[in-house]
Each structure stands twice: as structure tokens, then as C-alpha cells.
């Protein structure tokens, strides 16, 4: 039989073996159908039978090979991306090495920058910046302050600066949070020490800001400055303290002193005035009367018993004249507003004053002298006048003990009002810490009238030698 003939079977898997396409196996499979058609022992049902055989077997066989073809080319595609996956990962890890070994050169860099920097910085700051300036800052010796004045014995100490070792470290106390000054980098602050003892200084002798300049070592602006802060400082702080008017108990106590010792019930002080002469200012339009005297801040006060000043008035300038008179009347519009609300009216106190002042409810003043005053009268004058001696000795102790209100200040206005509240203040401090007052200081320097200007020290020693010269060519 034809259809299993091995010769014919084999050509035909020769032949499909050998096909590089589906045209070459498709050629193949039409030969042995005319071959079996040629055979006249061959039934075409067995031959269709036969051929729908070998195509099942033949789609049986392809779906295999299709199904490894799939299975490969998926396993290909695995291992690629597994290999594409390994090669993203090592990408990865490299940048993430580069990246940390950069991140270190940078922060080694940063922190040699750091490093240098601060070197550099504590180099400059504390050796280079620290060294005193060549330019602005001209050298001075400071002998005096830090050894002659350091080794001043207590009555060394009072002569110069007009208080006690004991005063003076209250004040400083007091002071300090107002004066106290840092160091900075550009320059040394003044210590607080030397700037209440330039301003003590400033404020105990005629001199002017040079001098002080000089003995402290310090420069003229800055004795200025010094002075004016002290002076607020103390205006501040200490004047609420030692300038306040008296409560009921006080003024009690204060009629009961002045009763006691001159006699006069119900006096609770005395009212009394000095000036301090002044230069013009640019500002100031008021001509001066007659051609003569010159011009003054008027200091007005009370003064209780036992020499301290519980009320304190200035006001603008007067001209005083020749004799040094000023005309006696308020400083202050609300000076008699407050006098009426200390005294009352239903308590009966009374401030005793000169008989220039005004007549007030309050003032107790003497009988003016005609010539025809009764005994009484008379002893009443009196009584007055010694109880006034309260405050010329009280003003006279401020002024002996203050010498700059006895010459010429030739200050701002408002810098001379604060310099003298100030020694008000001051004064009031200093008797009641009891400090000692030498006899030498009361004196009277009175300055007397220059062509309508009141002399300074210089001028009236000028003046002297000259009269001298004078003198001696003559004789």
C-alpha cells in the first residue's frame, strides 16, 4: 500500500524538515496528495482521512513550537530586564557614592571656611581692634585720678569733690543702672567712678571743662557729656527722694522746730531767692535796663528749719542790677497755687519771706520800717530776721559748698537750670548724710559788673594786675 510506504513517509518529513517557510511544507503536502490520487488502491475518503490527520498533527506540533517561541522570548525579556534593573542599580549607587563623597568635600570645605573665618575673626576683633587708636583718640596721662586722687585721705577727698567717701558710693549706687556705660570694641568706656567724680568736680570748683578734661584724661566733649547725663541722672532719680514736700507729720515737726527755736507758731520755712549769673543768649530780646547789671537765673526755694530745700522754682532770666538785687516776686505762676495747697487754708501754716514779696494768705512778712514801729513790732522784725537767717545760711552753704553757682556759667539755659537743681539736690544729700562743711568754703564771691557783664576768675584777676600796673607806674 502506497500510504505506508517508509520511501514516501520519509521524503515527506524530509521535506518538512527541510521547508524554511510554511510554502515549501504546503508543496510538500500537495505531492503526496497527488501521489495518493494517482494510486489506484487508495480511497479518497482515506485520503481526505489521512491528510486532516497529518494538518491536526501538523497545528498540534506548531502550537508547541509557537508556546517554547513565547516562552523563550519571555525569559529574553526577564534576563534583559533583570540585566537593565542590575545596571540601574549599580547607575544608582555610583551617583549615590559620588554624591556622599561630594557632600564631604563640601562639608570639609565649609568647615575649613568656618575655621579660617573664626581665626580670622578672633585675630582682628580681640588683638587688632582692641589696640588704642593712632587717629581720633589723643593720649592723655590719667595719674591724677587713678593714683593722687586714689590716695586722697577723707578731708583730701571732701576738699576736692565736696561730699563724703560715704556720699559718693551712694550716688554711684544709686546711679548706676542711668550711667552706667560697656566696653565696646571701638573704644573704653568711661567707668562709672571716674564720671560721677568729673561731674562732682565740675560741679565743686569755678573751672571750666578743660581743666576737668585734663586732670581726669578725658576729652572736653566728653566731661560735657558727663555733666549732663549726672545732672538728669540726679534730677531723675535722687530729686524725688530728697526734694518733696512735707506730709502732715512733717510739717507738724517743722512747726514745732521753728516754734522752738524763734518763737513764730505755725512756720513750716522760709522763702528766700539767689541768682546765677549767666551769658546773654543769641535768643534772648530783652534789653538791659539802664546800661547797668547783667543777667541771671533766679533760683527760688523754701527752706525748713533745719536747712534742707523742699520746693525749688527757676524760671527764665532776669537782669540783676548793679547792687545784685533782683526784684522779689513769683518765679513760677503755680508757686502760690502749691504754697495755698501745702499750708491749706483751715491748718494755719505759714512761709515766712522777705517784705519784697507779695502779700499771700500763706506769707508771713515783716513790718515795713517807717520809723514808728511799736515795740512789739519791733520784736516781731526780729524774730523774722533770725528765722530768715535760716535760709542765707542755707543758701549759703549751697553756694560755698556748690562753687559753680558763684561764677558765670557760660552753659546752655536749660543745662544751668539742671546744674543747679542739681546742687539743690546734692545739698539736701549732703546734710542729711551730715557730711562736713569747711569754714573756708562760706565765702561771698560776688561778681561785680564788667561793661554790663559780670566778671569770671580770669577777668577779675586780669583786672587786678592791672590796677596794680597801674598803680606802680604812677608811684
Known sequence: MLLCDPLLIKTMFRRRN????????????????SVSAGSSTMEPEACAGLLFSFLSWYKLRQEQRDQQVETERRRRRRLVAAARRRRLERLREEWRRRETRCRRRRLRRFRAHDTWMKAISHYYLRNRMRRRPKVWFYPRSSDWWENTAAAFTDDQWLQHFRVSRKTFSYICTTLRPQLKRQDTTYRLCIPLQKRVALALYKLANPCDYKTVADLFAVGVASVCRCVHE???????????????????????????????????????????????????????????????????????????????????SMGCPRWVNESGEVEQSWVC???????????????????????????????????????????????????????????????????????????????????????????????????????????????????????????????????????????????
Open 230 to 312: 549726672f545732672c538728669r541722672a540726679v534730677i531723675q532719680v535722687l530729686k524725688p527722694q530728697l526734694v518733696v514736700a512735707p506730709n502732715h507729720a512733717g510739717l507738724a515737726e517743722m512747726a514745732d522746730h521753728f516754734y522752738q527755736t524763734y518763737g513764730i507758731p505755725q512756720c513750716i520755712g522760709v522763702i528766700d531767692s539767689i541768682h546765677i549769673p549767666i551769658i546773654r543768649p543769641p535768643h534772648y530780646q530783652s534789653e538791659q535796663p539802664n546800661g547797668d547789671g547783667y543777667l541771671a537765673i533766679v533760683l527760688q526755694a523754701v527752706v525748713d528749719g533745719k536747712g534742707i530745700l523742699w520746693d525749688l
Open 18 to 33: 527541510g521547508a524554511k517557510d510554511g510554502f515549501a511544507f504546503t508543496s510538500s503536502v500537495f505531492m503526496l496528495m
Open 333 to 475: 505762676d503755680d508757686f502760690p497755687c502749691r504754697m495755698l495747697n501745702i499750708c491749706g487754708t483751715d491748718s494755719g501754716h505759714f512761709i515766712i519771706g522777705s517784705a519784697q514779696y507779695p502779700a499771700q494768705n500763706w506769707l508771713l512778712k515783716p513790718y515795713p520800717d517807717t520809723g514808728w514801729l511799736s515795740a512789739e513790732q519791733e520784736l516781731f522784725n526780729t524774730q523774722i530776721s533770725a528765722a530768715h537767717g535760716v535760709a542765707e545760711h542755707a543758701f549759703g552753704r549751697l553756694k560755698g559748698r556748690w562753687k559753680c553757682l558763684s561764677k558765670r556759667n557760660d552753659c546752655n539755659i536749660e543745662v544751668v537750670k539742671d546744674m543747679v537743681e542739681t546742687c539743690c539736690v546734692l545739698h539736701n544729700l549732703c546734710e542729711k548724710n551730715t557730711d562736713a562743711f569747711l569754714p573756708e568754703w562760706k565765702t561771698v564771691d560776688q561778681p561785680q559788673p564788667l561793661n554790663g557783664k559780670p566778671q569770671r576768675e580770669s577777668e577779675s584777676d586780669s583786672w587786678l594786675a592791672l590796677q596794680q600796673f597801674m598803680q606802680d607806674n604812677a608811684q
